[in-house]
């Protein structure tokens, strides 16, 4: 056997039909495009969106424009005022453990809501200043850890 002699099993094998070539070709006139106006023209193509010129829909709804960055980060928060149940060194793993955070995939992220009313130690991934002047100022410290516990 050649390789002028190979052939594709019979039915493996379809011949294109082709569309809008007359009326005797079976599938002609407007092949099925409907009749007239903008879509039955060639090179049709129209944004997302698009009215036909009517104001579309996107711009009579103010809360639905604007984008969403695909690349912010969501943090996991915690007030300050939750954190005064802990003594000496509050770590995003005991945060876990005391359910103040789900789970250490997202960031953890120190808000100073409320009032701090012992010295601790807290680590975590970012602290608002004043988050971080409640901490020094009820005498403990505010360390910043790299993002190892996001995992």
């Keep these: 056997m050649r390789q002028n002699e190979l052939a594709s099993p019979p039915g493996a094998r379809h011949k294109k039909r082709r569309i809008g070539r007359g009326l005797g070709s079976g599938q002609g006139r407007t092949a099925g ?21 009517q104001l579309p829909l ?14 912010r ?14 003594e000496g060194e509050v770590t ?11 789970s250490l995939r997202k ?3 120190i808000l100073g809501d409320g009032d701090l009313e012992k010295p601790l130690i ?7 200043q004043t988050a971080r002047r409640k ?8 360390e910043e850890s790299s993002s190892d516990s996001s995992a």
């Design 122 to 128: 807290v680590k975590a991934d970012k602290f608002t």
């Design 73 to 86: 980060t969501e943090f996991a928060i915690v007030k300050i005022g939750s954190l005064n149940r802990f």
């Design 107 to 109: 960031p953890i992220k």
């Design 33 to 53: 495009k409907g009749t007239k106006g903008q879509k039955a023209r060639s090179g049709y193509k129209v944004r997302p969106g698009f009215e036909g010129g």
């Design 92 to 102: 995003p793993q005991r945060l876990v453990e005391e359910r103040l955070v789900k």
């Design 58 to 71: 996107i711009k009579s709804l103010p809360e639905k424009r604007g984008f969403t960055n695909i690349f």
């Design 135 to 142: 901490i020094e100022a009820a005498g403990g410290k505010a």
